[in-house]
């Protein structure tokens, strides 16, 4: 059988000179929605898992206690000039924070390139770091709740999208919607949703768990 498996500190090597360019026009007005969030209500101390080039960061104002981790070298170079001393080197399935240290942890787009072993050992991690009525909010790809024209045809971009983000990266893809996508998911955790914003007519979610 072909190996397949991607070194993740080498992941995104050529991508990420592009990333922010080709991807900010269609992950703007979401990463707004979630700076809009965060300013609403106001978490003490933030965790950003997955951080990739800092740009969700980089939207938050100055004075917000964040920190970023992202396994990624040629991504975390990117951050640091984005948001310098905010973005440091860890694999989300070893985080080197101490139990209940975060009010709320954010994760974008990070969750559905991985396998389901390692997504389970992420979300353990993040439940270790979460303060108890801390929350966890995801964006992520998810089953539309009505399937239209539209939502189909964006979903076959989506689909396409990923196809062409590497074998392993579309395989593990594939297994996340096939096993329902971001709600379904994460909803095994067994924490409540308190909020739960569709993009992309529900191909995308930002949804806001509690911690209990
Ligand atoms: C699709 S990118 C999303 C980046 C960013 N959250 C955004 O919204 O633009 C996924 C990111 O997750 C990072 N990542 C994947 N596995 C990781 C792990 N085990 N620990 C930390 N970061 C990881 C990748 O390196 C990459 O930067």
């Given at each position: 059988m072909k190996n397949t498996q991607v070194n993740p500190s080498e992941e995104y090597e050529n991508s990420s000179k592009h990333y922010d360019l080709i991807l900010n026009p269609f992950l703007n007005h979401i990463r707004?929605?979630?700076v809009k969030w965060i300013i609403t209500n106001q978490p003490k101390k933030i965790l950003d898992v997955g951080c990739g080039t800092g740009k969700q960061i980089s939207l938050l104002p100055n004075n917000i206690d964040i920190v970023g981790v992202d396994?990624?070298?040629?991504m975390l170079k990117i951050a640091n000039k984005q948001v310098p001393n905010k973005c440091i080197e860890a694999d989300?399935?070893?985080l080197p924070f101490e139990d209940n240290e975060f009010d709320l942890i954010i994760s974008q787009f990070a969750l559905h390139e991985k396998n389901t072993k390692i997504i389970d050992a992420e979300l353990k991690e993040i439940n270790r770091v979460l303060k108890t009525n801390g929350k966890l909010l995801i964006v992520d790809f998810d089953y539309p709740k009505k399937r239209t024209i539209l939502s189909r045809i964006l979903g076959s971009g989506i689909h396409y999208i990923e196809k062409n983000a590497g074998e392993e990266h579309?395989?593990?893809y594939k297994t996340w919607m096939k096993n329902g996508g971001l709600k379904k998911i994460i909803s095994n955790i067994?924490?409540?949703i308190i909020e739960n914003k569709p993009f992309y007519k529900g191909n995308v979610n930002l949804i806001v768990w509690e911690k209990h």
């Open positions: 707004k929605a979630v396994i990624s070298l040629p989300a399935v070893n579309y395989e593990n067994g924490w409540k």
